[in-house]
């Protein structure tokens, strides 16, 4: 679908105000020192916007305490590109429920936008050049152990899970870009056996119930 999106663009083209505006709308959101400010500015002004746009402004949330690495067993976490400025908690949230199943998980800094917002407006390149800055910046981690990348905003999960198709010529990132893809997890995957019994520890399964019967 992206790669005809492309084709019929370059065909067929758009207005010069929709170029504009698309090209607005990337590179705002890909700015984290542009879309962090225009958030909090949104924010002030919820009283005065029109009730339909004010709706759509989130609320200002705490991200709360991210435990510090103390356990073997590491994952990493990006940040990605929208997610911490929308939604802090979310990652932080992720971050404390794998602390309590015996899995430490690292914020990654130095990566940035998964890429899929450039990939889906027809920017491949663009998108490839995110997708290596990620890549540079998560494998001194793989390198060290860590075991999964765990995305937790489901969109740039499935962009991570595609770095191997987007990457699968190029000679240099191909064979980085396969393995990310293959330990790229989305929070509810279900988790491997040593990780499902510490979560039992912590919320033990009912005991079963047997229904007694008798002879009609």
């Not at 029109?50 to 705490?62: C, D, F, G, N, Q």
């Amino acid at each position: 679908v992206a790669l005809r999106r492309k084709f019929v663009g370059g065909r067929v083209g758009r207005a010069p105000v929709r170029r504009a505006r698309r090209g607005a709308l990337r590179r705002g959101l890909l700015s984290r020192s542009l879309s962090g400010p225009a958030l909090t500015l949104g924010r002030f002004a919820k009283p005065f916007l029109p009730r339909k746009l004010a709706s759509s402004i989130p609320e200002a949330r705490a991200a709360g305490a991210w435990p510090a690495p103390r356990h073997s067993r590491r994952v990493l976490i990006p940040a990605g590109c929208v997610q911490p400025s929308l939604a802090p908690n979310i990652d932080a949230a992720a971050a404390r429920v794998l602390d309590r199943v015996g899995i430490s998980a690292i914020a990654v800094e130095g990566g940035g936008c998964c890429g899929a917002l450039s990939y889906h407006l027809s920017e491949h390149d663009e998108a490839r050049a995110l997708a290596r800055r990620n890549i540079d910046a998560w494998w001194p981690h793989i390198e060290r152990g860590a075991e999964a990348i765990v995305v937790t905003a489901s969109g740039c999960g499935v962009m991570v899970r595609e770095y191997d198709h987007l990457f699968a010529q190029d000679p240099i990132y191909a064979q980085r870009a396969q393995r990310l893809a293959d330990i790229a997890l989305h929070p509810v995957t279900p988790l491997p056996p040593a990780c499902a019994d510490a979560a039992h520890q912590i919320h033990p399964p009912p005991a079963p119930v047997t229904l007694a019967s008798r002879p009609l």
